[in-house]
């Protein structure tokens, strides 16, 4: 259909028309596609870019941001916080040492008042990142089993139930929310990244669920640190479940394999874990790596 000066002017006024029916909505759907940022409920949100999600909660009393990402993406973060607040980061909460949930601590502290985190996220960090050429901050506020703190409307809970992911997993919870932020306990839909030098383990893992389970109830929200898409890093319990039910059977399968008298090269190359074929390898060699990790501690346990 050709257009003439006319309809040109007709469908422009219906675009225009339907954005202004829509008001701030239209604006705050379109600064969220573009920026990352999607808000949860009025005060708590999450912003996926590169690296684990990160979680911001503001008001006009308190800030709270919870990972960091990289160096490069918590920028791209941090201007987009300054259009929700100009107060100060009061806390900044890493969930475990790994950097693409720290890397982004060093680019932050000048704009945050204290940083938490796990003692053993804090000595991960340090033993692991502490000499590499990219500039570190670490935790300046550690615990060893759990940290609260009040913030008036909203309640924070962070609590480490024992090594999982890394040795200094932790789960925060906003209490009034119900949401739970528990970092790289759930890799929704994908096969994990499993850490032994950095203190994983894969039955206490499963511990980690369970706890998280028994904990939080049903109406829970969680955050997720990474999944197969961005829409997947909030889950309710049954992503847990999941997640519990791969990594359990992830365990029995290899079990039942070094049983069967088959090699380790034999079960690490398996073409399928079963009944979790669906699942995105974010890596090349996810599979294969989450097959010799359940190799390794079932051998090494024995």
Not at 110 to 123: L, P, W
Not at 150 to 172: M, Q, R, S
Request: net charge neutral.
């Amino acid at each position: 259909m050709k257009t003439t000066r006319k309809n040109f002017i007709k469908n422009s006024l219906l675009i225009t028309g339907g954005i202004l029916l829509e008001g701030k909505n239209f604006f705050a759907k379109a600064s969220q596609d573009i920026s990352g940022f999607k808000s949860l409920n009025e005060n708590f949100g999450i912003y996926t870019e590169k690296g684990g999600t990160i979680g911001w909660y503001v008001t006009d009393d308190a800030v709270v941001v919870i990972d960091a990402q990289m160096d490069d993406s918590v920028r791209n973060f941090y201007n987009g916080l300054k259009n929700k607040t100009s107060r100060r980061i009061n806390f900044l909460i890493n969930t475990h040492h790994h950097r693409d949930h720290t890397g982004g601590n060093h680019f932050l502290r000048e704009f945050t008042d204290n940083i938490v985190g796990h003692e053993k996220c804090r000595a991960m960090q340090q033993k692991f990142d502490g000499n590499s050429d990219t500039p570190q901050a670490y935790a300046d506020i550690v615990f060893e089993n759990e940290w609260a703190v009040d913030l008036g409307i909203e309640k924070i809970h962070a609590i480490h139930f024992n090594p999982a992911h890394t040795a200094g997993d932790i789960a925060v919870r906003f209490v009034n929310s119900n949401i739970v932020h528990l970092g790289d306990i759930v890799f929704n839909n994908t096969y994990p990244y499993i850490d032994f030098p950095g203190g994983a383990n894969l039955h206490q893992w499963v511990e980690f669920i369970n706890k998280s389970l028994s904990l939080y109830n049903d109406n829970t929200t969680f955050i997720f640190g990474h999944a197969n898409n961005d829409e997947n890093v909030i889950g309710n319990k049954a992503s847990l479940i999941q997640m519990k039910n791969y990594l359990t059977t992830l365990l029995e399968f290899v079990d039942s394999q070094i049983k069967s008298g088959k090699s380790k090269e034999e079960i690490i190359n398996a073409k399928e874990i079963p009944g979790f074929a669906f699942l995105k390898e974010r890596w090349n060699g996810a599979r294969r790596m989450n097959l010799e990790s359940a190799y390794e501690e079932l051998t090494r346990t024995k």
